[in-house]
């Protein structure tokens, strides 16, 4: 090899080198702190229904020192929504429940419903980055956590746990009709009991998973919820421009990483992209932590159509 090859090599390894260590002081130190809002319009609600503003949090994954997000999540409450949804994964650390409900702030003073993941359950522990690509590797846990200490935090100042039960309530004049699932990444998902349809009468039949797992997805659509709510992925976390998101850390496909979607024929899906990170993995790229303000609006009114079969008119919008 000539010098001058050797020289091309070296510059190149080092500029190569010099590129990633930007990457990744940027994913750590920069986006993984750049929290932002993100605002969905999604018509779920019964025809004639007044709007609904929900806000959907996810996956704070908290350890007690991080300040920037506890003061960022305090100021979501100035958004002054009809309805918080917290789909699991707050703690990170065993003395994180204060920060977490300190961090919540007057959010809890509103209507809230919830369900909690793994990292409400577990520590999060150090993890061989690749084993996200398979989907069926040996999961480990940490130390349990603090859950019941959040649970009753939650609880007392009036959020609703939807852990396996179904209730139903009202909020801004909308009828909601909800249920939710514990978490089916740790395969503790029960959907038998809370299984069966909806009231009919109520304006928003709405399903709440921490992990989005198709299995759960098809029970929620089968019996003829409009809405679920799931976090869980991170939005992929670490993604590429043009490309997306790598992996999901479940079975869902990387088209429905974060954001809306619909599943099956009726129901639409939400996922949050999270607001932290595990501590073992403080890093985003191309993928800002968020809240996401979904304004829910009255979906079109679907057409009456007759039953040939059974000379019998009805409108699916009523039921379903």
């Not at 978490?183 to 989005?212: C, E, F, K, M």
């Not at 998101?245 to 939400?270: F, Y």
Request: charged share 20%; hydrophobic share 35%; aromatic share 6%.
């Amino acid at each position: 090899m000539s010098a001058i090859s050797s020289t091309v090599l070296k510059r190149t390894a080092a500029g190569t080198a010099g590129a990633a260590a930007l990457g990744i002081g940027y994913a750590s130190l920069v986006e993984r702190n750049a929290f932002t809002l993100r605002e969905e319009t999604l018509p779920v609600l019964e025809p004639g229904t007044s709007t609904l503003r929900v806000l959907h949090v996810s996956d704070l994954h908290m350890t007690p020192g991080q300040r920037l997000k506890q003061n960022w999540l305090r100021e979501l409450d100035r958004l002054e929504p009809d309805l918080v949804i917290n789909t699991g994964d707050n703690l990170s650390h065993q003395k994180a429940v204060p920060a977490v409900v300190q961090s919540m702030g007057g959010l809890l003073a509103r209507p809230g419903l919830f369900v909690f993941g793994s990292n409400d359950y577990f520590a999060p522990i150090p993890k061989n980055p690749l084993k996200y690509f398979k989907k069926d590797h040996k999961r480990t846990h940490g130390d349990p956590l603090p859950w019941r200490d959040l649970r009753a935090a939650f609880t007392e100042r009036g959020w609703l746990d939807i852990t396996h039960v179904r209730r139903e309530l009202e909020v801004a004049g909308v009828r909601i009709a909800t249920a939710g699932v514990d978490d089916p990444h740790l395969q503790r998902d029960r959907y038998d009991t809370i299984a069966g349809v909806p009231n009919p009468l109520a304006h928003l039949r709405l399903g709440l998973t921490h992990s989005p797992e198709p299995r759960v997805l098809d029970q929620f659509a089968d019996d003829g919820y409009d809405l679920v709510l799931a976090g869980h992925t991170h939005g992929g976390q670490l993604c590429l421009p043009f490309y997306g998101a790598l992996v999901t850390n479940c079975n869902i496909d990387r088209s429905r990483v974060k954001g809306p979607s619909k599943w099956g024929e009726h129901m639409q899906l939400h996922v949050s992209a999270g607001i932290g990170t595990s501590p073992w993995a403080p890093a985003r790229f191309c993928c800002r932590p968020e809240a996401t303000l979904l304004t829910l609006v009255p979906a079109p009114r679907r057409e009456p159509h007759t039953d040939a079969d059974h000379g019998v008119s009805h409108s699916e919008a009523v039921v379903r």
